[in-house]
C-alpha cells in the first residue's frame, strides 16, 4: 500500500507570492490533517478536513487555507507569503475521524523557504 | 486548556544506555496519549500509543511507555539504546474535550554517543 505522498518536496517562494501544496492520502484514508513544522515552534496544527468537511482549524491566519476532494486528495495554500511561513509542512492521514485513539501516517513533507 | 510537557529538547545517552524521555500533560479528563518519532527529513512514524486497557504499553523498536494517572505522565523509555534511535521524539495527546485535536509536545531530540 502506498505511504502518504506529498509534493512537491521542496519549493522556493517570494514574500508576497501564493503556493499550493499537495497531500495524497492512503487509500481508504478519509481523514487529512495538515501541520507546519518550525525548529522555533514546532509543530503547529493548520486545519483537519474529513469527506471534504474541514472539522477542526489551529490558530492561523486566514491566508492559510486547504480543501479537500472527493477522492480525499487535499491541498493547502498560503496567499501573500511571509518570511515566517519558511516551514517543513506535513500532511497526514487516517481513516477516521472523531476518535481518540486514530493513529495519523504522515508524509515526509514539503519544506517551503520564502525569500 | 491541555498542554504536553516534554522535558529536555535534547538527551544524549551512550550506546546501549537506558534511554528515558519524559512526558508530563494536562488533562481533566482521560486522555488518549501518543508518541511519534521522526527520523532526519521523513515524517512522523508513530511509535506506540495508550487509549484504554493496560497502562504499560509496548510500541515498535523495543521501546515501551507507562500511562500514570496519578502523576499525569506517559515517559518513554528503551532498555538499551542503539545508533539508529537517533531522531526526534513527540509526545501527543487528544481528548473528548477538545474535539480530539491531538496537541504535540515540543520534541525531544535524542542524541546516541557511541
Known amino acids: 500500500k502506498a505511504g502518504v505522498t506529498q509534493t512537491p518536496r521542496y519549493l522556493i517562494k517570494t514574500r508576497g507570492q501564493q503556493v499550493t501544496l499537495s497531500c495524497s492520502p492512503i487509500?481508504?484514508?478519509?481523514?487529512v490533517s495538515w501541520y507546519q513544522q518550525t525548529p522555533g515552534q514546532g509543530l503547529q496544527f493548520l486545519f483537519e478536513?474529513?469527506?471534504?468537511?474541514?472539522?477542526n482549524k489551529g490558530n492561523f491566519p486566514g491566508r492559510f487555507s486547504g480543501r479537500q476532494f472527493s477522492n480525499s486528495r487535499s491541498e493547502m495554500n498560503v496567499s501573500t507569503l511571509e518570511l515566517g511561513d519558511s516551514a517543513l509542512y506535513l500532511c497526514?492521514?487516517?481513516?477516521?475521524?472523531?476518535?481518540?485513539?486514530?493513529?495519523?501516517?504522515f508524509g515526509s513533507g514539503t519544506q517551503l523557504s520564502v525569500l | 486548556a491541555q498542554s504536553v510537557t516534554q522535558l529536555g529538547s535534547h538527551v544524549s545517552v551512550s550506546e546501549g544506555a537506558l534511554v528515558l524521555l519524559r512526558c508530563n500533560y494536562s488533562s481533566s479528563v482521560p486522555p488518549y496519549l501518543f508518541w511519534y518519532v521522526q527520523y532526519p527529513n521523513q515524517g512522523l512514524q508513530l511509535l506506540l500509543k495508550?487509549?484504554?486497557?493496560a497502562t504499560l504499553v509496548k510500541g515498535i523498536n523495543g521501546f515501551e511507555a507507562e500511562f500514570k494517572k496519578s502523576e499525569t505522565s506517559f515517559h518513554l523509555t528503551k532498555p538499551s539504546a542503539h545508533m539508529s534511535d537517533a531522531a526526534e521524539y513527540f509526545c501527543a495527546v487528544s481528548e473528548r474535550d477538545s474535539n480530539y485535536q491531538l496537541i504535540w509536545g515540543a520534541g525531544t531530540k535524542l542524541i546516541i554517543k557511541p
Open positions: 478536513y474529513f469527506s471534504e468537511t474541514q472539522r
Open positions: 497526514a492521514s487516517s481513516r477516521q475521524t472523531g476518535f481518540g485513539g486514530e493513529k495519523l501516517f
Open positions: 487509500s481508504g484514508h478519509r481523514s
Open positions: 495508550y487509549t484504554t486497557g
